[in-house]
């Protein structure tokens, strides 16, 4: 069974940064695609970020050029570094794996990232 744990969150103030990792069991992260979602009170689950198996990645207009998805296979890690956040980041973050028909296998718990003003 492969578990992800998400780590990382935190509060922050708007302009400040924060680095998310999502530690993998067993080799998904090199063999699979993976992903970091969002999900506000209110709202439906976003897909912020994405990487592929061959390293492709893709964002959301909304982060573009402030977030940066990454993977290191040595530590079977997934990553997301938040640059410059907005109060509008503030949201639950979860990391997913292996996507199969539009949808994730595999799902952390979640980590909270709060942007105040």
């Known amino acids: 069974q492969v578990q992800l744990v998400e780590s990382g969150g935190g509060s922050v103030q708007a302009g400040g940064s924060l680095k998310l990792s999502c530690a993998a069991s067993g080799n998904v992260v090199s063999m699979c695609g993976m992903g970091w979602y969002r999900r506000t009170a209110g709202k439906e689950r976003e897909l912020v970020s994405s990487i592929d198996s061959g390293g492709t990645t893709a964002y959301i207009d909304s982060v573009k050029g402030r977030f940066t998805i990454s993977r290191d296979n040595t530590k079977n890690t997934l990553y997301l570094q938040m640059n410059s956040l907005k109060t509008e980041d503030t949201a639950v973050y979860y990391c997913?794996?292996?996507?199969?028909?539009?949808?994730?296998?595999?799902w952390g718990q979640g980590t909270q990232v709060t942007v105040s003003s």
């Open positions: 997913a794996a292996c996507p199969i028909s539009n949808e994730y296998l595999y």
